[in-house]
C-alpha cells in the first residue's frame, strides 16, 4: 500500500513537472525577450540624452548653444525628459558645468537610477501599483521647483549630481512601475492597444516636445517656467493615480 502511494506520488510530481515545462519555458523566453528590447531601448535613450549636446552644433549649426539645444531637442521623440535627457543640457547651459563634467555627474546618476526600478518595482509588489505612483505624483509636484531652483544655484558638481540623482529617485515611481499598472487595466483582448496607442501619443506629443518647451522658456529668459510646467504636469499625473483601482494581484482574466 505504501509503495503504492509512494509510487502514485512520484507520478504525480512527475505529471506536474510535464505540465509545468511548456508553462515555464515561454516565460523564461518572454522575460529575455523583454529585457533585451528594454536594453535596446534604453542604450538608444542615453545615447541620445549624452551625445546630443555633442552633435547638436553639427547638425544645427547657429551661434547660441540654446538654439542648437532646441533645434536638437524639436526632434526628440521619446524620453523622460525633465530628469533624464534635458538634465544634461541643463547642467551645461544653466549650472554653468563643462559638457565632460555635466556627462559624467548624468551618466552616474544614471546608472545609479538603474537599481531602483526593481527595488521599486518590488514596492509595488508589496504595497500596490497605486501608492508608488502617487509617491512619484506627489513628491514631483512638491519638489521639482525646489530641485530645479536649487541646481540653478549650485555650480558645485557633487551637489549637482546629488540633486540630479534626487529628481531620478523621484521619477523610479513612474518608470517601474507605469506600463505594468497600464497593462494590468485592460483585458488581454485589447491589451496591447489599449496600452500602446495612448502611450505612443502621449510620449510623442508631451514627451517629445518637453526640452523644446523647456529650452523656448530659457531662451526668452523664463526658465522658470519650465519648474511650474513639470509641476503642473506631475499635478495632473497625481489626480489620475488617486482616482485610478488598484491593479496588483488582479487576475488578466478579470479585467
Partial sequence: M???TDFGVRIDNQAVDTHAAPIVRPRIRSIVGGLAGNLIEWYDFLAYSIFSIYFA????????????LMNTAAIAAVGYVAFTIYMQKYLVNTVG???????????????????????????SDVFGRRPVLIC?????TLFSVPLFTALSHTRDPLVAFLLSFAGLVMLSGFTSVHMLAKTELFPTRI???AVGLPYALTTAILGGTTEFVALRFKASGHEQYFYWYVTACAAISLIVYLRMPETR???ASSV
Avoid: I
Fill in 136 to 140: 512619484f505624483g506627489l513628491s514631483t
Fill in 191 to 193: 491589451r496591447a492597444l
Fill in 97 to 123: 558645468l563643462s559638457k565632460e563634467m555635466s556627462t559624467l555627474v548624468s551618466t552616474g546618476a544614471l546608472l545609479l537610477y538603474l537599481p531602483l526600478q526593481p527595488l521599486f518595482g518590488l514596492a
Fill in 57 to 68: 552644433k553639427s547638425f544645427f549649426p547657429s551661434d547660441k548653444p540654446t538654439v542648437q
Fill in 249 to 251: 494581484g488582479r487576475p
Fill in 2 to 4: 505504501s509503495n503504492d
